[in-house]
């Protein structure tokens, strides 16, 4: 229960000299039985049978990672962003592909079937082929997180406050309409179990289960 004292013997604590790269974890993705690491210094895997963190090189070379995304794509590659590039990294057979974001700053990523979405400090862009694509009427604003809900809505958290896009245009949430707290948006999180998706601002938490807004 609640009030059981937990077992110490079972607490690890995991620094360089375990192989983390980097002590700034930035990132953290589990994907099957995989717990992956992004740190200030680049991308680690958890083992679970040694019980330490094994480094895993980029194809685009050691670099700051800022976000994994939570699926792999197409080619069962695992996608990773930094702030001026995303990397493909092939978790199989190691090596992949790295995508340049000259310019400004990767913050988020998303893989959605052939799609991959990336939030930025610019505006929402998208990866179909082998260039990152500015996508129309979301540009002008910094993405801190994406999540995408059951119905293929995308969702974007925003220095401007929330931001849903259907594919075809952006509509905006606000604290102006009442169903968020306010616009400086932090991370977004989708409960599978129920499809709720939680928002989490600067002053709190609101949650969207169906069409119901619920501050916190």
Excluded: C
């Excluded at 990132?27 to 039985?33: D, F, R, T, V, W």
């Excluded at 991308?43 to 070379?61: H, I, K, Q, S």
């Excluded at 913050?107 to 929402?124: E, F």
């Excluded at 849903?164 to 999180?189: H, K, T």
């Amino acid at each position: 229960g609640a009030s059981d004292p937990y077992p110490t013997e079972r607490l690890r604590m995991n620094r360089d000299e375990d192989a983390l790269p980097g002590l700034g974890v930035s990132a953290l993705a589990s994907i099957g039985e995989v717990l992956w690491v992004g740190t200030s210094a680049g991308l680690a895997r958890y083992d679970n049978d040694t019980e330490l963190f094994v480094p895993m090189p980029l194809p685009g070379g050691a670099a700051p990672v800022t976000d994994i995304a939570s699926a792999l794509d197409p080619g069962k590659r695992l996608v990773v962003a930094s702030p001026e590039r995303v990397d493909f990294v092939d978790t199989v057979n190691g090596g992949g592909e790295s995508i340049a974001f000259p310019g400004g700053t990767v913050t988020s990523v998303l893989v959605d079937g052939t799609t991959t979405w990336l939030g930025t400090d610019q505006g929402l862009r998208r990866i179909t082929g082998s260039f990152p694509e500015p996508v129309e009427g979301a540009q002008g604003f910094a993405v801190h997180d994406m999540a995408m809900t059951s119905d293929g809505q995308l969702w974007l958290a925003t220095t401007l406050g929330l931001r849903r896009y259907d594919g075809q245009s952006l509509v905006p949430v606000l604290a102006s309409d009442g169903l968020i707290l306010d616009d400086d948006l932090r991370a977004l999180f989708v409960d599978e179990s129920d499809g709720a998706l939680w928002v989490a601002s600067a002053t709190g938490l609101s949650r969207l289960l169906g069409a119901e807004w619920t501050r916190y």
